[in-house]
Structure formats: C-alpha cells, structure tokens
C-alpha cells in the first residue's frame, strides 16, 4: 500500500514539473551573460594594432590596398552578429584640437538603434618625441655638477664597480640637468678647486660634488695632505674637516654614493706602500673620525678628532634597517623616469640627532626614515646646513645604503632637492595622429 502512495507522488510531482515547464518564460542568453561592445570594441582595435598593423595603414592613402585588408581582419575578428563602424579622423591643432573625417570601413548601412563605441589615439612613427630639461642654477647661481673620477685614488664599498665607470655612468644620467658638468680627472684638479680655481671657467659657488669613490675619499697631494689641513695627530680627519669648511664656504653639495662617507682617504702616489687591511693599496684609514670631522667643518666648528661611530653598524647600534621609497621620491622617479628598487638595505644610516648637533635640516627625503634601538635612522636626505643668519651655506646627501653603489639613488637624490623642471616637446605637428573610432551593434540571433 505504501508502495503504491509512494509512486502516487512521485507521478504528481514529475506532472507538475513538465506542465510548469511548458509555461515557463526563461530569459535570454544575451540577457544572462550580455554582450559588453565597448569592451570588444577596444580589444578589437589592440588586436589589429598588435603589429602595428593599425598604425601603419591609417596613414596611407585612402585608396590603398591595405584599407581592405584591414576591413578582412576587422570582419575575421569580430563575431559574425556584430556589426561595426570604423572612422578614422586626422587630428589638427588650430588653437583647438580638430577632427577631421579622412575613411570609415562599415558592415552595415545602420548599427540599430542600440550601440557602443571605444576610441584609439594612433601617432605616426615618423613623429619624435623630445624632453628638454631645466638647467640647475638657470634661474641664477650655481648650474655646476663635479664628478670625481680621480685616476689617482682608488674606492672601496663599490663592490662590482670602479669609481671611474661610476663616474661616467653618472655624466650620462646627470649632465642634461646641469649647465656644465666637468669630471675631475685628478687629485691635482681636486686641489684646484679645492682652492677656489675655476677648471674650466664654471662657476664654483653652488656647485654639486659627487664622490664616486664610496667610504674613500680623494686626497690631494701637497697643501691638503700637510699637517694642519689635512693631517693632525696622526689622523687625516683633518682633511676631512676641511672639506667640509670648503662646502660651507662655497654652498657645495656633497654627495657620499655609499657606505660610510669619509672612512679612508685614497692617493695611489701618496700611500704607494699603504693598503686599507683589505688589500687596496693606495688608502689610509680614518675611521669614523672622518665623518664628525667633516660635520663639524660644515658647521663651522674648530677640528677635533671625535673617534665616536655614529651611523647604524656598529658603535652600539642596531646592524641595518630596510628602507623603503619615500611618497616624494616615489613621485620624482616617475617624474624624471628614474626607477630604483622601492626597497633597499641600509647599514650606514645616519642618525636624525645630526640635524640638531649640526645645524642642519634633512629634506628631499629618498626613504622613509625608519625608527630602531631609541633612534630615528635616515638612509637618503638632503641635510642642509644654516648659518647663524639662517642663510644656506652646504648642504649633504649620505647614501647609508649597503656596498653595491645604486646611482639611480644618486641621481634620485639630487633631482628630488633641486627639482628641475622637464619641459615636453609639444604634440602640434599637422598630420602626426590619427583618432580611430570603432562602433559596434548587435543584430541577429539572441
């Protein structure tokens, strides 16, 4: 009995569901997954632009062969219920952009009453596109990059690297932003300009020096190695003092590439027989004295040699940090289109409390300064320095990076400070472009 209740209802339940069936009203497949001819519309013309193809034929004439083979590849591409449009207008400037017309290739004499349109900006390849960058120091004062490229010295913590094809790699990525550029090819130049002496009768005040030589530093010969101006007490932190009284002096920007600025100096003739404990002939040691000496030459304190480590290594503090691109020089690296790595390992850092000690002022950060062992560390920044009056009067970019010099950093640095404009040729040349314009309807089928 139950048996036969059981297939009762399973007979009714199937009755119901094939009668419902017949009633039913499903929706259509274009209605459930529509078609977006927009989007078709747009992937099509990058389609037929994949080799240039697009590009090629809008500018011949419009009885070329070519017009027709593109109308075969846009029929071959789209599917066979679309139905399109395709004009392609000249682009003119007349004191306003003009569209001009010139071929349309159809399917169809009307897309119906519904339809979607993509565009696309076509330039001719005969069309060159230039940059031409502000001059530093156009605007007055300075314009002067320095690129130590000294034949007499040699570098350390620029692993892979000499200091002379840093050099150069430098010249070609800086030299467009200044108005003279000039690579000191010797420690007897450096000396020169060192002295106030113009090289090639460039302005001197205001200039940019990059060492390219890494925790070295060249030493000139003669007055800059004689006791009390580059040598005291066994130690030729002096030096280094002095430098930093020449950056005051002149308003120079110095530029460290790496490491820990001014740990060695360097003179192949002068320490012939002297090595850095790691086989580099040519070096003297000046350990950390070097940077404090320098510090309190830029502001203008009387030389003492201060053997405290300051920057991240060692001295108590934390090894290294990761830094990361600050939101500005984020921007400045589209802008100029330099790209370094966003991320980079820091193990010279320089603590933020310099800008108190120093009378400086850290600007055009490159990283975010990162806050580790009670300090706040800086891996890249313009420190700049102010006189009693508040006038500038030097300024320097330590890159505390890890070995491995990266001058996009270095170019990265410098540009984020000064900020020279870039001045974009502009797009008006009669002919130059096409506005292509595909429009798409649907007609047939569901």
């Not at 119901?16 to 529509?34: C, H």
Request: glycine share 8%; proline share 5%; aromatic share 14%.
């Amino acid at each position: 009995m139950r048996t036969i209740e059981v297939l009762l209802v399973i007979t009714i339940i199937t009755a119901a569901f094939i009668i419902s069936s017949f009633f039913a009203v499903l929706p259509q497949p274009r209605e459930v997954s529509p078609l977006n001819l927009r989007r078709l519309a747009l992937t099509t013309l990058q389609t037929l632009d994949r080799d240039y193809d697009l590009s090629q034929t809008v500018f011949k004439p419009i009885d070329d062969p070519s017009w027709s083979q593109l109308q075969i590849a846009l029929a071959a591409t789209l599917p066979p219920n679309v139905i399109y449009n395709l004009t392609v207008y000249e682009v003119s400037s007349d004191g306003a952009i003009l569209y001009r017309p010139i071929k349309s290739i159809s399917n169809a004499e009307s897309l119906g009453i519904e339809s979607e349109a993509s565009s696309y900006l076509v330039a001719s390849s005969n069309v060159t596109f230039n940059v031409v960058p502000e001059k530093i120091g156009e605007q007055g004062g300075g314009g002067t990059l320095y690129i130590l490229n000294c034949s007499d010295a040699n570098g350390w913590w620029i692993t892979g690297y000499t200091a002379q094809n840093l050099a150069q790699d430098l010249y070609n990525l800086l030299s467009p932003y200044f108005q003279i550029t000039i690579m000191i090819q010797n420690t007897a130049q450096l000396a020169q300009v060192l002295n106030g002496t113009a090289l090639q009768n460039e302005v001197l005040q205001n200039a940019v020096i990059i060492n390219t030589f890494g925790e070295a530093v060249p030493i000139p010969a003669g007055y800059y190695a004689s006791s009390g101006v580059g040598y005291d007490a066994g130690s030729y932190a002096r030096y280094c003092h002095t430098l930093g009284q020449r950056i005051q002096q002149y308003n120079w920007t110095w530029i460290s590439i790496v490491g820990y600025p001014f740990y060695y100096v360097s003179n192949t003739g002068l320490f012939s027989d002297q090595q850095n404990t790691w086989g580099i002939y040519g070096m003297e040691h000046v350990g950390q004295a070097g940077l404090n000496a320098f510090l309190r030459g830029i502001n203008g304190e009387a030389y003492v040699k201060d053997d405290q480590w300051i920057t991240l290594g060692d001295g108590g503090n934390p090894e290294y940090i990761m830094v990361q691109l600050s939101s500005t020089a984020q921007y400045f690296s589209n802008y100029y289109g330099i790209y370094p790595s966003p991320y980079q390992t820091a193990t010279r850092a320089v603590p933020s409390w310099i800008q108190s000690r120093y009378n400086l002022n850290a600007t055009a950060y490159i990283f975010d300064p990162v806050d580790l062992g009670g300090k706040t560390w800086i891996a890249g920044a313009t420190f700049v320095h102010y006189n009693a009056t508040g006038h500038i009067n030097g300024k320097f970019i330590p890159i505390g990076l890890t070995r491995t010099p990266d001058i996009r950093i270095t170019a990265l640095a410098i540009l984020s400070y000064y900020e020279p404009r870039l001045y974009r040729s502009e797009y008006t040349a009669y002919g130059t472009s096409r506005f292509v314009v595909l429009q798409l309807g649907l007609v047939g089928g569901i």
